[in-house]
């Protein structure tokens, strides 16, 4: 998602918009911002799922690693030795979307 940023204001580029910004020399910003809709919500675990890949643990919206432990899917929080399989975390979703916006990581050059 592009979108150019003024005093607080988010605005969408547009022919007209740009042509005003660059004739006035008006200094804007260009930020990349990639969003990641979850699908699904496990109240006990507090962890929300877009797909089976991607999994996140909150109230931090951590990314969680997957796993595979004797043929079977688990997640963990980097650092932590605490797993969570996926049939634990399947008997509990609930239909909720929560939308994080990230900025991604990008290099310097």
């Known amino acids: ?9 988010c605005l969408r580029p547009t022919r007209r918009l740009a042509k005003v910004l660059v004739s006035n020399l008006i200094d804007f910003q260009c930020i990349f911002i990639q969003m990641i809709i979850l699908k699904y919500w496990n109240p ?4 929300g ?8 643990q909150f109230p931090q919206a951590e990314l969680m690693i997957k ?4 043929g079977r899917l688990y997640y963990r929080l980097s650092g932590s030795t605490r797993r969570i399989s996926y049939n634990q975390l ?11 916006e990230e900025e ?3 290099l310097p050059f």
């Open 49 to 56: 799922l877009a797909d089976w890949r991607v999994v996140y």
């Open 44 to 47: 006990n675990y507090q962890i």
């Open 1 to 9: 998602m592009l979108e150019f940023s003024y005093a607080r204001y």
């Open 90 to 100: 399947k008997r509990g979703l609930k239909k909720k979307q929560i939308i994080i």
């Open 104 to 106: 991604p990581n990008l």
């Open 67 to 70: 796993e595979m432990h004797q």
